[in-house]
């Protein structure tokens, strides 16, 4: 287990509604990085928050939008949700030292738009 | 564009035997490169990551080989185990400010008892 955890575990929405996922990192981490993962693909890159401030952003809409906070968990709020945004919702957490660090995955949010 | 594209999508292998899952990766500057595993249902999990200084590294059952000039890298598992079943993803680390990495579509290992 990395120590990194992720509520809920699975979520159903209807289009247009909003969802917000939760991500707590593992200790002494100060970085949280999300990414979605659509069926049968790799992760995406979606955004990446350093002590409480946006680090990063992927090719993703303004509608996906995220926060972190001072004990360094995070939130990722999406919101006007399309059909195509079902997928698992990656958090990662690592600790940045000035080199590319190794991020650890938790669980994921399985999320269903119908 | 960014990609981390891997050779064979589904790899079958007996129990005991050595597993090889290649990829190839796109940018010349990318300087930090992973290996994941990644189960049915569960995030992926770290395996063995190489910075760009290097070109091979070993870990318990498992070495990561990086060839910088054909900008490829390969997964070499010994002794492949049922437990090793899994989608496998390489990722690049473009460095720089953001830790963002780029996965590929990921390879499916299949071990045959």
């Known amino acids: 287990e990395t120590g990194v955890t992720q509520s809920p575990t699975h979520l159903i929405k209807t289009r247009g509604q909003q969802v917000t996922l939760r991500c707590s990192s593992q200790?002494?981490?100060?970085?949280v990085s999300w990414y979605q993962q659509a069926l049968g693909q790799g992760p995406q890159f979606i955004f990446q928050y350093y002590r409480e401030e946006e680090n990063g952003r992927g090719n993703f809409p303004p509608r996906f939008s995220g926060l972190q906070f001072p004990n360094y968990s995070s939130e990722l709020n999406v919101n006007a949700l399309e059909l195509d945004d079902s997928a698992l919702y990656l958090c990662a957490s690592s600790l940045s030292q000035g080199l590319a660090d190794t991020q650890y995955f938790g669980p994921g949010t399985r999320l269903t738009v119908l | 564009g960014e990609s981390v594209g891997l050779h064979l999508p589904t790899l079958s292998v007996q129990e005991g035997d050595n597993s090889i899952i290649n990829c190839a990766y796109s940018?010349?500057?990318?300087?930090?490169f992973i290996w994941y595993k990644q189960e049915s249902g569960k995030g992926p999990q770290f395996i063995i990551d190489?910075?760009?200084?290097?070109d091979k590294r070993q870990g318990q059952r498992v070495t990561v080989l990086l060839n910088k000039t054909v900008k490829h890298l390969s997964l070499q598992i010994a002794a492949t185990q049922p437990g090793d079943s899994a989608v496998y993803f390489c990722a690049e680390n473009y460095g720089g400010a953001t830790n963002k990495l780029i996965f590929g579509t990921g390879t499916l290992l299949a071990v045959q008892p």
């Open positions: 940018n010349s500057a990318s300087d930090y």
């Open positions: 200790s002494g981490h100060n970085t």
């Open positions: 190489i910075r760009s200084n290097m």
